[in-house]
Nanobody
Framework: QVQLVESGGGLVQAGGSLRLSCAAS????????MGWYRQAPGKQREPVAT???????NYSDSVKGRFTISRDNAKKTVYLQMNSLKPEDTAVYYC???????????????WGQGTQVTVSS
């Protein structure tokens, strides 16, 4: 009923930048919070940044000052601008959205398929 499609991952040298995008589609009545999470090999998935429907943001300490999350509510899209990338940022990045589907009550958690970000030293 809801699809999240990420784009923008890739290979970049340390110090470089990448911009991730995630577009939501389907039978969407409303989207509450959206966010980005990441999972490195052998590690658990961890939150990177989140943004509410009103634009309030929250960042993990490891990315504060380097990453910026934003969203376009009309396009149902969330972005993650990543600057000053470090090798330890290497991970699969997943988009998350809290979505209320048409003709339902309450919000459900939806995830994208993930996009690989690799930062070389």
């Amino acid at each position: 009923q809801v699809q999240l499609v990420e784009s923008g991952g890739g290979l970049v040298q340390a110090g470089g930048s990448l911009r991730l995008s995630c577009a939501a589609s389907g039978r969407i009545f409303d989207i509450n919070a959206m966010g980005w999470y990441r999972q490195a090999p052998g590690k658990q998935r961890e939150p990177v940044a989140t943004i509410t429907s009103r634009g309030s943001t929250n960042y993990s300490d490891s990315v504060k000052g380097r990453f910026t999350i934003s969203r376009d509510n009309a396009k149902k899209t969330v972005y993650l601008q990543m600057n000053s990338l470090k090798p330890e940022d290497t991970a699969v990045y997943y988009c998350n959205a809290q979505v209320r589907v048409w003709l339902t009550t309450g919000y459900g958690d939806y995830w994208g398929q993930g996009t690989q970000v690799t930062v070389s030293s």
